[in-house]
């Protein structure tokens, strides 16, 4: 590593673009026929700030248009003057033709040089076009609420006790009851790293490896492929999925590394948040056939999120940390042939069935885990920029009860349509329309974030009479046939 993590990076340097990065594709197009529709699409996701942004790049191409049709005159002037200084040279020139003739040479230098300021401004206008139309969040999917609620889709493993809280069974939170077994601690990597870091000791780090292997063998069961991903990503890659170094509210989100004074006009290394990251990536500035996709993936990586102001009851335990290790499913499908194609019932997209498949893999691996879950499409609020839909998975944390009555997301699944493949220039080959060139969909989902699930099935599989933790029956083959976590009680002092 060239460095430690640090704060975010200058904004303005984050957006360096170095040569050989990907040149976005945005559909610009249609940004102007329908600013009214991405204005609300704006309001409707919080990006109030960006909600203008379709109006002032009409205002922009209008200027960019002017000054065409004004580089235009110039260059036709010109290429006037250059057949007539031909013309003039194949002739014998008298002197008042020798004349004529130098003052068409100053005019065209004249002309010359105003034409490049005209380029260099109709650039300056294409770069403020293209930098508005980046930053715009992806078009809302109809199947998503507008507002700030969810809409609840259904139940794994049925609903909780109602009120575990006047029930016999003794609730525990995962962070007691991983310090009493002494598997999780938060005090010694509050003095190697600060808040937001734990150590995984023991039996815990084992359960973290199972958790891993099962879901990549859930997942490998149903045809996607290992990729081992790197962790540190460019920015510009990061910007293109989505990712922006700080948030609405200028809060930092991603680690940058710190580069040595030689190394500053090289382009930002960040710690990617999410192997979503570098897998789309992967693809960036490359083809596909049609017959290549879909293409599934599923990566091990760890995370790195700065989650600045992230703060109350989050911040003890593993349900909001800086680094944590997740399993994450990324896919690229062909492009859905109409809008409507989302939507039609009998004949799924192709985005569709792949978004269909990565939620029952979510499904099936929480509920061989035993964990009570429930399923949720969330409002457009609650999108990331490149998410047209997201759907996300909750298991209850009774230690969370005060707080979403008990509920914490272990899981998500977001369909993005063309948004990051037009920014990473990834394209495919559609041998159907004689080899047109589109840009497929990608698609991404949580097979398993391991502090969470871990967390969930500590404070869930917790048996107050004997102290200990029963290990879901699908991880025990990884843990070599293990059964329980055990601790032992000092009797008389309520310790381990």
């Known amino acids: 590593m060239r460095g430690m993590p640090n704060a975010a990076p200058d904004p303005r340097r984050a957006y360096t673009r ?39 790049i009409i205002e922009l191409h209008e200027q960019w248009l002017a000054l065409q049709q004004n580089a235009r005159h110039l ?32 005019e065209a230098k004249a002309l010359k040089a105003e034409i490049g300021a005209v380029e260099a401004k109709e650039a300056l206008l294409q770069e403020e076009i293209d930098n508005l139309a980046q930053d715009l969040p992806n078009l809302s999917s109809t199947d998503t609420p507008v507002g700030t609620e969810p809409q ?92 922006q170094p700080r948030d609405q509210n200028g809060e930092q989100q991603v680690y940058a590394i710190e580069q040595a004074e030689k190394d500053q006009a090289k382009p930002q290394l960040v710690l990617a948040g999410t192997a979503e990251i570098p897998l789309a990536g992967m693809k960036a500035n490359q083809t596909f056939e049609d017959v290549e996709l879909p293409l599934k993936t599923v990566g091990v990586s ?12 989050d911040t003890k335990g593993l349900y909001r940390v800086h680094e944590f290790t997740k399993v994450e499913m ?41 964990l009570h879950c429930r399923v949720l499409e969330m409002p457009t609020t609650d999108l990331g920029a490149s998410a047209t839909r997201k759907i996300d998975i909750e298991a209850f944390f009774p230690s969370r009860r005060e707080k979403d009555e008990g509920w914490g997301e272990v899981t998500s699944t977001s369909m993005c349509t063309d948004y990051q493949s037009r920014r990473l220039h990834t ?70």
């Open 18 to 56: 170095p040569a050989f990065a990907p040149k976005p594709a945005i559909d610009i197009k249609h940004i102007r026929q329908n600013p009214g529709l991405y204005e609300q699409n704006c309001i409707d996701r919080n990006y109030a700030a960006h909600s203008k942004s379709s109006w002032r």
């Open 75 to 106: 260059r036709e002037r010109n290429n006037q003057i250059r057949g007539q200084l031909a013309k003039a040279k194949s002739h014998s020139a008298g002197e008042g033709e020798g004349q004529s003739r130098e003052s068409l040479i100053d």
């Open 152 to 243: 609840l889709l259904e139940y794994i493993n049925d609903h909780p006790e109602p009120e575990p809280s006047r029930s016999d069974r003794v609730w525990r939170s995962h962070v007691h009851i991983g310090s009493e077994l002494g598997i999780l601690d938060f005090a010694a990597s509050a003095q190697t790293s600060g808040w937001g870091w734990y150590f995984l000791v023991g039996d815990a780090a084992m359960l973290e490896q199972a958790l891993v292997q099962y879901a990549l063998t859930v997942a490998r069961k149903r045809g996607w492929k290992a990729v081992a991903p790197p962790s540190l990503v460019y920015s510009h890659v990061a910007s293109a999925c989505g990712f």
């Open 302 to 313: 760890r995370c790195y999120r700065a989650e600045a102001g992230a703060r109350g009851i």
């Open 330 to 370: 990324f896919a690229w499908t062909l492009p859905d042939t109409n809008e409507q194609e989302h939507f039609a019932a009998d004949t799924p997209s192709n985005s569709i069935t792949i978004f269909e498949e990565m939620l029952s893999i979510q499904k099936e691996i929480l509920l061989s885990l035993g």
């Open 427 to 496: 394209r495919v080959r559609l041998g159907k329309t004689g080899g047109k060139l589109e840009f497929p969909y990608t698609l991404n989902g949580t097979a398993l974030a391991v502090p969470r699930v871990l967390a969930a099935i500590l404070e869930n599989s917790w048996n107050e009479h004997d102290y200990s933790v029963t290990i879901p029956e699908v991880l025990q083959p990884f843990m070599g046939g293990q059964d329980k976590i055990q601790g032992h009680k000092i009797h008389g002092t309520g310790n381990y």
